[in-house]
């Protein structure tokens, strides 16, 4: 009985070779990957001739559309003849995804002439969702961040109906926030907590994705700054250098204040360079951690700015004498003095930071070439080229005043 209504049916079909397909597309949704929940449509547009007709193919079966048959099923779609108009037809393939493994990949065409099926789509329909990436955190003001990230796919996000997002105080879950943006604003911050943050994206059919890692956040004001660190790099500028001991990753950013004398400095590395100093003068440069929340503690260290970093060594050998002009540079902490006399001395007095004198006995060692370190104790050893070697001995030194430690370290 089936096969005698294809028959007849088929045989009341005009196959004309000038019924083409006009335009073929999913017309619903707009985007190209269905969301779990969505109904997809397939709109065919065909040339049309009296008798005519429309052949649908769903995964290899087809079905035929004409005037007297104008609705049908194949493979879970709904087939409908919805207009003639103009000497085209217009014909639909829809279905509800509701089961959306069973009708990922379908492969689906059509055809004017009943023949000829010459353009495919494929069916893509969005998986499982996926966890969140790329998490930031922005502070806005004391007690306020803003959070945004991607979604995992960014191809299927449109399929993500919300993010359910856990707030955790100090190992205490505190709360949840439900935010329907890739982004959420999370006000009454308390100074001094620790935060932590989980977010589980939730599809259009109530699907969890999987939590993503545990964000956490210490809402603080900065620590104090460490091993800072200083050196004069001509004779009105010095270079200052500190840590932060904080994961910057954990906590709000932070920018720095230096201020010296009537100079004040906002920046957000670890170092900075002053000039306009003036030499022989002392300065007290404070340093202090600042972020969204408030300030750091604030911290002084005192610094001496020389007037020239050459200087005049006199040296004495019995009952001659010669001046030597040398200059003094920094290599690998070390002062280096390089000089081309080639007099014994028994002394060499060296005024290295204005009126701060060394008092060197070298006694019978070549002085071609001398390099200064500073000890701990204010010594000072001697370092002999010829030998290319510290193995002399340490000199006996003594001092006027303190040495700088900016020049000789």
């Not at 099926?117 to 803003?146: Q, R």
Request: overall charge negative; hydrophobic content about 35%.
């Amino acid at each position: 009985m089936i096969i005698i209504i294809f028959i007849l049916l088929s045989s009341s079909v005009h196959t004309s070779p000038s019924s083409i397909v006009l335009s073929f597309s999913q017309s619903s949704p707009s985007y190209d990957i269905v969301c779990p929940g969505d109904t997809v449509v397939f709109t065919c547009i065909t040339s049309y001739e009296e008798g005519g007709g429309v052949s649908w193919r769903i995964n290899g079966p087809n079905r035929i559309l004409i005037n007297d048959h104008q609705i049908d099923q194949l493979n879970g779609f709904i087939l409908t003849i919805t207009d003639f108009t103009n000497n085209t037809l217009t014909s639909t393939a829809s279905v509800n995804v509701s089961v959306a493994l069973q009708l990922n990949g379908t492969v689906i065409d059509c055809s004017g002439d009943l023949i000829t099926y010459s353009n495919t789509l494929t069916v893509h329909i969005a998986g499982i969702p996926v966890s969140v990436i790329n998490i930031k955190i922005i502070p806005i003001n004391n007690n306020t961040v803003l959070m945004n990230w991607y979604y995992g796919k960014n191809d299927e996000v449109h399929c993500i109906q919300y993010y359910n997002i856990t707030i955790i105080s100090d190992d205490n879950i505190n709360g949840h926030m439900i935010s329907n943006e890739s982004s959420a604003t999370i006000p009454s911050l308390i100074i001094g907590t620790n935060y932590s943050f989980i977010i589980i994206p939730i599809d259009t059919i109530g699907r969890d994705g999987p939590p993503s890692s545990l964000i956490q956040y210490i809402w603080n004001v900065p620590a104090q700054v460490v091993n800072i660190s200083w050196d004069q790099i001509s004779t009105d500028s010095i270079t200052i250098w500190w840590n932060n001991t904080e994961d910057t990753s954990h906590y709000p950013p932070v920018h720095y204040i230096i201020s010296i004398h009537n100079i004040t400095i906002n920046t957000t590395d670890t170092n900075v360079t002053i000039n306009g100093l003036y030499p022989n003068n002392e300065y007290t440069i404070c340093i202090q951690p600042v972020n969204a929340i408030g300030r750091g503690q604030l911290i002084n260290i005192t610094v001496s700015v020389i007037e020239s970093l050459r200087d005049t060594i006199i040296t004495s050998s019995d009952d001659r004498s010669t001046s030597t002009s040398i200059s003094l540079t920094i290599i690998d902490n070390t002062l280096v003095s390089e000089t081309s006399s080639s007099i014994k001395p028994s002394t060499i007095s060296i005024n290295t930071c204005g009126s701060v004198f060394y008092l060197i006995y070298l006694h019978e060692l070549p002085v071609e070439s001398l390099k200064i370190a500073h000890e701990a104790e204010g010594r000072v050893r001697y370092f002999s080229d010829e030998t290319g070697s510290d193995s002399s001995k340490d000199c006996t030194c003594s001092a006027i005043t303190d040495i700088t430690p900016l020049h000789i370290k």
